[in-house]
């Protein structure tokens, strides 16, 4: 088994000059509330080891990769039909816009830009009697943590904020492809987004995509084999807003990041590699965390491809 612990540190070096290049996401106010500073990462393999440096243990708003976790349980419950209702095309735009929802008629154009992930929240509600709950157990079921929480000021933050994302629910809902109430889709919504977690939590709940749709160490499955591999395959073509072509291309693991500075990435049949480091880029991806994990199938040799 490889000790990928020295790489980590290697690459901890190399992006270290980085920090301060980018910004912190501050459209949603409570974001703006974190140490700019901090870079973590968690690598875990199949097989149980992991590898930590840095903040990788300090919780923090995991924002859009909540989308995986709502998805996969989405995906679970409902199989093939979810795709009546939400695409699987890169979007190429922003990931709140408004004109390509208007231009497609209200089916979103793939489940993680902010309208196609609120369509699947609309389905966890139609399906779940206590949704935030039934969110909450899945991601303590994949990480094995009990204590995973949502941040109630960031959701409320988000909540009192997120004019642009009530205009997408609002409008996806006058083409009927949202079912339940508006405000309470929003509310779902704001809160997945805010839940917390760190990178090792997020490395190990990622695990199961990397083990054909079971979790390692219970033998648990949640997903079917093709199922894992969609959902992998959504994630490397529609993960990173609008830069997914270029993090396949200097990266080459599928993943998702999220405006709280996290993203997470999978290796199948080896490993899960979650890097935090708050300031991002102009498409909302974490500057450092992108050249961290390029840095890493750089340095290892090691990618899907
Ligand atoms: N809660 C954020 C929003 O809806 C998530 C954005 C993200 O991480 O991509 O705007």
């Known amino acids: 088994m490889k000790n990928y612990l020295s790489i980590l540190q290697e690459i901890r070096e190399e992006v270290l000059p980085l920090l301060g290049r980018g910004k912190v996401a501050s459209y949603i106010p409570a974001l703006e509330n974190v140490d700019s500073r901090r870079f973590g990462m968690a690598l875990v ?3 149980g080891e992991a590898f930590v440096i ?4 300090e919780r923090f708003s995991i924002q859009s990769i909540s989308k995986v976790f709502t998805l996969a349980l989405a995906f679970a419950k409902l199989g093939e039909d979810l795709w009546k209702r939400v695409g699987l095309e890169p979007s190429g735009n922003p990931f709140n816009s408004l004109l390509q929802l208007e231009y497609e008629k209200g089916i979103p154009r793939n489940p993680f ?3 196609g992930a609120m369509v699947i929240t609309d389905v966890l509600i139609s399906n779940f009697d206590h949704p935030k709950a039934a969110i909450l157990d899945f991601v303590r079921q994949l990480s094995g943590i009990d204590d995973v929480y949502y941040d109630y ?3 409320r933050s988000e909540r009192e904020t997120g004019f642009v994302n009530a205009a997408l629910a609002n409008y996806l809902k006058s ?3 949202i079912e339940n109430n508006v405000e309470t ?3 779902v919504y704001c809160h997945q987004c805010a839940i917390k977690m760190s990178c090792r939590e997020l490395a190990q709940s990622f695990l199961f995509l990397a083990n054909h749709g079971i979790i390692p160490s219970g033998n648990t499955r949640i997903l079917t084999t093709s199922q894992a591999k969609r959902l992998n395959a959504i994630m490397l073509t529609c993960g990173f807003y609008d830069q997914a072509g270029e993090f396949a291309f200097r990266v080459g693991m599928p993943g998702k990041s999220g405006v709280g500075g996290g993203i997470v990435a999978v290796i199948p049949g080896e490993l899960a590699i979650a890097v935090w480091s708050p300031e991002l880029n102009e498409h909302g991806n974490s500057l450092a965390g992108i050249k961290a994990l390029e840095l890493f199938t750089t340095k ?6």
Do not use: H
């Open 54 to 57: 840095g903040d990788a243990d």
């Open 153 to 155: 000021d960031i959701a």
């Open 300 to 305: 290892t040799g090691r990618s899907i491809f």
């Open 175 to 177: 083409l009927g492809n």
């Open 45 to 47: 393999t199949l097989d």
């Open 185 to 187: 889709v929003l509310d």
């Open 113 to 115: 830009i902010n309208a």
